[in-house]
Every structure is written in C-alpha cells, then in structure tokens.
C-alpha cells in the first residue's frame, strides 16, 4: 500500500496569514493526489485534484503544488471558514489511501 | 444538484450485521463508481471499495474482503454496504462518497454526510 504521511498533525495560524500542509507519499504518485477539507461533523469536500487544479467553487487562496512524492497544500489569507481538517489522498494506486490530516485552527 | 442521501445511526451489537444505504439523486446512477469510506473517532480516512452501479463490478480493500459487501439497486438509485461480523473495531462513520467520470479521476467530488455505526453491547 502507498503510506501517505502527512505533515503537520495540526497547526495554528492567525487570519490573513499563509500556511502550508504538506504530504509526502512512500512512492512516486505521478501527481495523482487530492486534497479535501472536512469541517467539524461534515463529510470531505474537495480541494484540489491533479495535485494542483482548483475544483470549482473553492477559492482560488487555496492552491496545490508537487509532484513525485512530496506534495502541498497551501492556503493564502487565512479566513475563519478554513478552520478544519485537511486530507490528502492518493490514487495512483489500490488501495486508495488518504493522509491523516492536518487540524488547521486560528490563533 | 448532485446529492447523497445515507441512512441514519445505527447501534448494533457485537457478531451482528448491519446495513447502511446511500440514495444518490441529480445525476445517472448508473454512470458513476459509487465508493465507500470509514473514519473513525479522531481517525484518518480508510477507502473500503467501490461498486459501479451500471453492471455491478465492485472492488475492495483487501482489508475489508469479508467485511464489507457492496451492492446496488438501479430501480432506486441507490447503493448499499452491508458489514458482517462486528466488533467494536468497525465502530465508525461511514460515508459514500461518488468519483469524478473519467478512467485516471480516482477521487470524489460528492459526498454523503455519513452514517454513525455504533457497535456494543
């Protein structure tokens, strides 16, 4: 199974600042990788797909960036609303597997 | 508009079976991989398997052969994970979540809200 490690486990930022998550795969994924946001007692929504498209809907603050193995999440201009769990996940392979998150909070 | 309607809580005892739905309305069924995900209390995701409603062909984690069995019903739009033999290790949300068309589109841009499975004694 491809081993997604993600990093920071959790981490606090003031509004309006930058903050990147990242994620490093136990193989080379080719860019296969989506990131989701989960807000407390809600299902995923996605992010980002491709590693670096923009779903649509979602701000363009968020953006992604990687390739290989090592990936990232970045969000500019932290809002309130981003507070929230953030996932990565691969599909370059089965099984599918998913990063452990990242808890975003404000300072 | 796309949604994914899932079945409520459940509280089942441990040995038993039980068997959660998602009702999808606002595209075609039939088209579309449905897939199932756990994540439990304070937990990471796990992906479980797909079904793929037009024909039935399903796929699983080989760490959930024998736990989770996926199944469809076209006449109703929906898709069902039946989970056997339960212990409190499989207590967990549950969520159907719907992958994006297209052979390389390996993630999900719909989502169910989720089914709480409770199991104890």
């Known amino acids: 199974d491809i081993r997604m490690t993600q990093s920071p486990a959790s981490l606090s930022a003031s509004l309006g600042e930058t903050v990147n998550i990242e994620c490093l795969a136990s193989?080379?994924?080719?860019?296969?990788l989506a990131w989701y946001q989960q807000k407390p007692g809600k299902s995923p929504q996605l992010l980002i797909y491709?590693?670096?498209s923009l779903q649509n809907g979602v701000p363009s603050r968020f953006s992604g960036s990687g390739s290989g193995t090592q990936y990232s999440l970045k969000i500019n201009s932290l809002q309130s609303e981003d507070v929230a769990t953030y996932f990565c996940?691969?599909?370059?392979?089965?099984?599918?597997?998913f990063g452990s998150g990242t808890k975003l909070e404000i300072k | 508009q796309v949604q994914l309607q899932q079945s409520g809580a459940e509280l089942v005892k441990p040995g038993s079976s039980v068997k959660i739905s998602c009702k999808a309305s606002?595209?075609?069924?039939?088209?579309?991989?449905m897939h199932w995900i756990k994540q439990q209390p304070g937990n990471g995701l796990e992906w479980i398997g797909w079904?793929?409603?037009?024909?039935?062909?399903?796929k699983y984690n080989q760490k959930f052969n024998g736990k989770a069995t996926l199944t469809a019903d076209k006449s109703s739009s929906t898709a069902y994970m039946q989970l056997s033999s339960l212990t409190s290790e499989d207590s967990a949300v549950y969520f159907c979540?719907?992958?994006?068309?297209?052979?390389?589109?390996?993630?999900?841009?719909?989502w169910g809200p989720g089914t709480m499975v409770t199991v104890s004694s």
């Open positions: 491709n590693a670096n």
């Open positions: 079904i793929y409603p037009g024909n039935g062909n399903t």
């Open positions: 996940q691969q599909y370059n392979n089965y099984p599918l597997t």
């Open positions: 193989e080379d994924i080719y860019s296969d």
């Open positions: 979540a719907r992958r994006r068309l297209g052979a390389r589109y390996w993630y999900f841009d719909f």
């Open positions: 606002g595209y075609t069924f039939t088209s579309y991989d």
